[in-house]
Structure formats: structure tokens, C-alpha cells
């Protein structure tokens, strides 16, 4: 079973950055390199929407949402077993409960990734809440 633990989350004033992390718990005969790690988040009121993911392996591969390219970047470090999400100039609109998973099997395309019921795994959420 994997388990997945959020941290970093808090109250920033807009503009400012926040560093989330995630550090899953992988099973025996799994490597943390195996898995698709992804960033997700979901305001009050709103659908659960797609933020970033770093593909199984090196790192190398990653997608952004639209709002959020040339602000957030998202990386992981398979040595240490960490997935970090870097978010700078925040915005009001950025506030959300933000979710990591985890995805094991299947396609890596864009289409596939940005979707959160492709996930198998899913951390507690850490709140991020930006003030104007």
C-alpha cells in the first residue's frame, strides 16, 4: 500500500512563494521511480483540478496546467523519495487544498496524466491559502 504525506502548506500574501513536498511510502518490490507523482488541488466549491506531475523515472519528463507554467516547478528526487512542488508568485486564485498522488500503471501522455481518476493514491491534502 502506498502512502503518501503532504507538507509545506500555509498563509502567504500574494506574490509570495511556498515549497510543498510529498513522501510516499512505497511497498516492498516498488521503487519510488516506478511512480507517477502529481499535483492536484481543489478550491471551496470547485472540482478537483490538475497542477503538475513529474513521470516515472528520472524526473526529466513533466506537464504543467496552464495557469500555474512559469510559476510552479515540480521535481522529484528518487534517491531521497521526494516529490516537491516550488510555488512562486502566488495568487489568490491559487488558494486550494493541494493533494499529491500517486500512479503506477499505464500511459504517461498528457492526456491520461492530468486526469485525478488515473491516480491510484492520494495523500490528506495540505491547505494553501493566499491573501491579497
Known amino acids: 500500500q502506498v502512502q503518501l504525506v503532504e507538507s509545506g502548506g500555509g498563509l502567504v500574501q500574494a506574490g509570495d512563494s511556498l515549497r510543498l513536498s510529498c513522501a510516499p511510502s512505497?511497498?516492498?518490490?516498488?521503487?519510488?521511480?516506478?511512480?507517477?507523482m502529481a499535483w492536484f488541488r481543489q478550491a471551496p466549491g470547485k472540482e478537483r483540478e490538475f497542477v503538475a506531475t513529474?513521470?516515472?523515472?528520472?524526473?526529466?519528463?513533466?506537464y504543467y496546467a496552464d495557469s500555474v507554467k512559469e510559476r510552479f516547478t515540480i521535481s522529484r528526487d528518487n534517491a531521497k523519495k521526494t516529490m516537491v512542488l516550488h510555488m512562486n508568485n502566488l495568487k489568490p486564485e491559487d488558494t486550494a487544498v493541494y493533494y499529491c498522488?500517486?500512479?503506477?500503471?499505464?500511459?504517461?501522455?498528457?492526456?491520461?496524466?492530468?486526469?485525478?481518476?488515473?491516480?491510484?493514491?492520494w495523500g490528506q491534502g495540505t491547505q494553501v491559502t493566499v491573501s491579497s
Open positions: 498522488a500517486a500512479r503506477l500503471y499505464g500511459s504517461n501522455a498528457i492526456s491520461i496524466v492530468k486526469v485525478a481518476g488515473n491516480y491510484e493514491h
Open positions: 512505497v511497498p516492498s518490490g516498488r521503487t519510488f521511480s516506478d511512480y507517477t
Open positions: 513529474v513521470i516515472r523515472g528520472s524526473g526529466s519528463v513533466t
